[in-house]
Nanobody
Framework: QVQVVESGGGLVQPGGSLRLSCAASGSISSITAMGWYRQAPGNQRELVATIGSGGSTIYADSVKGRFTISRDHAKNTLYLQMNSLQPEDTAVYYC??????????????WGPGTQVTVSS
């Protein structure tokens, strides 16, 4: 059994900052990549940022220079530092983990999401 749980969402004013965390645990042998995605009402889920096992990162153009993804390998924890937040960043943010399970079969798992609302 695998658990992926996000935390750190909330309400913030435009220009403010938030830090999201995502902890993965359970029947995991090795995590290969982790990422943040978001879905605003009426929109499809979209990539925000991903980080590979070697530290390589990919960012959506809309968040480059404002968001930073990082990962603590020892704790199987993912972070997203979000600065200069704008109302268009309002969405449910989801964490996804790509991993080898304890039988060394590749799997992926999504967290339930955390709401981020940017509003004055």
């Amino acid at each position: 059994q695998v658990q992926v749980v996000e935390s750190g969402g909330g309400l913030v004013q435009p220009g403010g900052s938030l830090r999201l965390s995502c902890a993965a645990s359970g029947s995991i042998s090795s995590i290969t990549a982790m990422g943040w995605y978001r879905q605003a009402p009426g929109n499809q889920r979209e990539l925000v940022a991903t980080i590979g096992s070697g530290g390589s990162t990919i960012y959506a153009d809309s968040v480059k220079g404002r968001f930073t993804i990082s990962r603590d390998h020892a704790k199987n924890t993912l972070y997203l530092q979000m600065n200069s937040l704008q109302p268009e960043d309002t969405a449910v943010y989801y964490c996804k983990a790509d991993f080898w399970n304890i039988k060394w079969i590749p799997r992926d798992y999504w967290g339930p999401g955390t709401q981020v609302t940017v509003s004055s």
